[in-house]
């Protein structure tokens, strides 16, 4: 397979007139300054690698739209989002995640991070098979065409408090296991494939208590193993209570930080918490959509970078499925806080979509548009309303996800002039999330 690309995003910069050529899935040669040959594929406009949604929770999809109408805070969204999870079930969950898993598709998205802790029945009754939840999101990923690393979320209590972590209430009793060697247990019968990872993650320390963390680390062995850290400032207040440290240091003093690790928002943070996930090469993983729909707040990724962390990007609970965005926001935030501008370059924003965030979720081996990386092609029109007159060099400052108009994910072409092989990936949507919301 062979693809003419009118620029190409390459290690070196942006190339005109590149030629990708490509068998079993893989790039076997990359040409700048080509000319065409019959029976390439021609892609228009700017082809970059294969973006990565390095944090995705498929289930809150079905939150878009349904719960902007009232204040509060991340704390009664919550609320609403366990009402969500009280009604899936395993079917369910297979057809809103592969609606899901295809919109990310059409934004781009040629591998998905799933950070999955729905787990059990109701009430905490495993299902006959005590991973039917996480073979849902397996099957979704293929059925969408995109490959997915099931960061199975290790779940153990309801909450922190000064005096301790607190049991799950009736909800969470479904996200729970009894303990990290039952978690362990349990992720164990799942296996990896071309196509997907078997990865792990440390729901946060709110839901994991420190003596189960050795055992989650022994099991995710050199696996991507995540962890939601610091989103919250009431969670650093619960852990410095308890812990007398911060999540960070808590984490630390138990082996989890380092390379094979992603801190995912790491929002709240002192500075010897910044330097603690840099000099350990923990990537960080912002969700700028999220963050700011939930009033998160500004997470110190400039900071995080120049102290060694790589930063990846997601979409998290999908209030917008757009990873240009994210990447965008990452900048546009910083300038917020900052009142500069360029305290990420374009270069560096490409890198979060691709390189590292395939890396933080176990595919280094795509990401770049290069021989042996695996043949992932995303192209963006640099001719609509949003992208007329930019350079292809910083199409990803003004791009968004109506602007991809082709993705090709291990050499297959997943979406073709903006459709989905799936076809209405909208009423796709809409066929999985509206029964969810009818009253019983």
């Known amino acids: 397979m062979t693809w003419f690309c009118e620029h190409a995003w390459l290690d070196d910069g942006v190339r005109a007139n590149v030629r990708v050529v490509a068998d079993a899935g893989r790039i076997t ?187 989650v680390l022994t099991a995710a062995r050199d ?19 308890h812990y007398r440290q ?48 939930l009033g998160d707040g500004i997470g110190p990724f400039r900071a995080l970078a120049d102290a060694g962390s790589p930063l990846a990007v997601g979409s998290d609970q999908h209030a917008h499925t757009d990873l240009l965005t994210e990447a965008r926001l990452v900048e546009s935030y910083e300038r917020l806080a900052h009142r500069e501008r360029g305290r990420f370059t374009p270069p560096a924003l490409v890198a979060a979509l691709t390189e590292a965030g395939q890396a933080s979720i176990g595919w280094p081996d795509a990401g770049r548009i290069a021989p042996g990386r695996r043949a992932d092609l995303v192209a963006v029109a640099l001719d609509t309303a949003r992208t007329a007159g930019t350079t292809p060099e910083q199409a990803v400052l003004v791009a968004t996800a109506p602007d991809v108009h082709t993705v090709i994910v291990d050499g297959r072409q997943v979406v073709t002039a903006g459709r989905h092989l799936l076809g209405d990936v909208g009423a796709h949507l809409r066929t999985a999330i509206e029964p969810l919301w009818e009253k019983p």
């Not at 078997?198 to 050795?214: E, F, T, W, Y």
């Not at 010897?272 to 840099?278: A, P, S, V, Y």
């Open 29 to 215: 040669a990359v040409t700048a300054g080509a000319d065409p040959a019959p029976g390439d594929t021609r892609l228009a406009g700017l082809v970059l690698p294969g973006f990565a949604n390095a944090h995705s929770h498929a289930f809150h999809r079905a939150l878009r739209g349904r719960t902007h109408d009232r204040g509060g805070t991340f704390w009664t969204w919550r609320e609403r989002m366990y009402a969500v999870a009280q009604r899936l079930d395993p079917d369910g969950y297979l057809a809103l995640a592969r609606a899901a898993y295809a919109e990310m598709a059409l934004a781009g998205v040629t591998a998905v991070g799933e950070f999955h802790y729905l787990h059990h029945g109701p009430g905490g009754t495993p299902y006959h098979d005590p991973n039917a939840m996480g073979r849902a999101l397996i099957a979704a990923a293929a059925d969408a065409g995109i490959r997915l690393t099931l960061l199975d979320a290790c779940y153990l209590a309801g909450g922190l408090t000064a005096g301790g972590h607190t049991p799950p209430d009736p909800v969470q009793k479904r996200f729970a296991d009894a303990d990290a060697a039952a978690w362990a247990e349990r992720v164990a019968e799942l296996a990896d494939s071309d196509t997907v990872r078997i990865g792990a993650a440390v729901h946060s320390v709110r839901a994991v208590p420190a003596d189960q963390l050795a055992p």
């Open 223 to 241: 696996r991507p193993l995540h962890a939601h850290l610091s989103e919250q400032p009431a969670e650093n207040e619960a852990c410095l209570a």
């Open 246 to 293: 911060t999540p960070t240091a808590l984490l630390a003093a138990h082996g989890v930080l380092g390379e094979h690790t992603t801190a995912v928002h790491a929002t709240h943070l002192t500075s010897e918490d910044i330097r603690r996930l840099g000099g350990s090469r923990t990537t960080v993983c912002a969700c700028p959509t999220t963050e700011a729909d």
